[in-house]
């Protein structure tokens, strides 16, 4: 019997969902960084190939959400409310699932981004990831409830960023003479970036009613 | 300590729910009404301008969804299933979101509704505020359930009514001569109005399982 | 008393839902194959009128689920989690409407579908709902747990396909010829065919976090 197993064998059983939200936080945090580089380079062969590593990043995320629920079926006792583990992993995949899904799009339509759109979004969802990793870590001891609250109200204002980006860029689209086909493209994955924010505000939410809860 | 703060102390905590949902419903009726309002004025500059006061009845709304789940996260004992109070208040949420979402497009879009679908819908999502509100009323005494079980009827029906009204524009679109541009913003708008409808059935959902469940 | 009556009055009420599930999943067999029937007929006129049969069983399956929810206010004691069970039911729910919605905009919209992506599609949904309908039946006596296991996993890979069936589509329609009203009508459809497999995911989910709970 390792010193792992040792450990785990004293642990109390539900005192594992706060490393597991750790190791999907800390996961994302790379996914937003990963996205954010991939969108400053000037490179598009360079920038594609950046992009396409985001798929392994999300199937990686797929698997610790798997062992979340996974837990959650075998653990009577969670340290917190089970449907709000339910609502933060569901909320925290998502934001994988819709930056991979607009990774991918990215590299297949090859859109002229010409309002430097990507990039900005890229900065929002970085910013708003690295709140949620620090108000997920702040959730182990719930000792810092000021840093979660701000975090929480900054990942709100981001959203509200996030959307007026999505709006200014569609109205200089739609003023702009590129074809219908290229707009369709561009709002496509535009609507994808401003979605993982809404993501980003879900997960939020859920911990903001946790810290409620318990404070 | 004021009248109100006595209020307060004697009132049962769990009491405080109807009143909030009561003054979400309430708020949901003026934006339903302003709305409806604005898209029977001529005058596009004189629309625009109630249209842009609506922001700032999504903004009264969130904050008092807000304090819905501080309540939540604070009362051990509700009034009806802790889950169901998050269900209705993220609907009810929802519509004020999407109806703001489209206001705003509407005023950026500037698009010829020659079909006078806007005043369609705007007439649907105002009956069925209506029938929510009265439903939401009723949740207080639980005395008049057959009324609740027709409103909540009626707004399903609406919620049909609205999906029609999609369809069957979208039809005459495409089969019109405009541009493939002019069509991706009345289809958006168009599809933010039917959302409103959907979200609308979800609160009315919500509230016949509380129904069910207290009957 | 009839004998059904008699039957009912000894069945401990909480195995009805087994039932109702059992009577949904039943019904999404016979809309999948319907569905798929109906897409490799070559006559349009044929093809629509088998189109067309689908509102029936959205209709059908809209009241089984009624009866669901009603069931659920009334039951105290239910066989698994009253939140799996809402959660279970609305996934069950959705995919009939998005196989109706989009029926209907096949009928609607005549698009061409020069790659034959909607036989590809309905062959994906069909299978997926034969192993949903797998997993449901195997939950009333939770024997035969690795066979829900791998329909869960096999759900899980279709929706993959799907999700690669829609990008490729896609990227075809972006470097092919067609009028940017005619992409807008494929991709609405395509799109919705793509969210079908989701929510049988959705489904999937919710069966697998049920059979981990009881085994």
Known sequence: MGFDSVLKFFLPKDRVFYGLFEEVAASLVQMGN??????REEDL???????????DHEHKNDEITHRIFIELGQNFIT????????????????????I??????????????????LPAFAEIISKSIAAINTSVYALRDMKD?????????????????????????????FSSNISAVELIKQKDIYQMLETVTDKCEDAANVVESIIIKYS
Chains 1, 2, 3 share one sequence.
């Not at 990963?34 to 969108?39: G, P, Q, Y």
């Not at 991979?100 to 759109?117: E, H, P």
């Open 100 to 117: 991979w899904g607009a990774a991918k799009r990215i590299v297949n339509y090859q859109i002229d981004d010409q309002y430097n759109t």
């Open 34 to 39: 990963t996205f954010s580089k991939a969108l």
């Open 145 to 173: 409830l000021r840093a979660i609250t701000e975090a929480c109200v900054l990942v709100n204002s981001l959203e509200n960023d996030a959307d007026d980006l999505l709006d200014s860029t569609m109205l200089k689209l």
């Open 45 to 55: 062969s360079k920038r594609d190939a950046i992009l396409r590593t985001l798929e």
């Open 79 to 98: 340290p917190f409310d089970r449907e709000d583990i339910h609502y933060l992993a569901t909320a925290l995949d998502d934001i994988a699932d819709y």
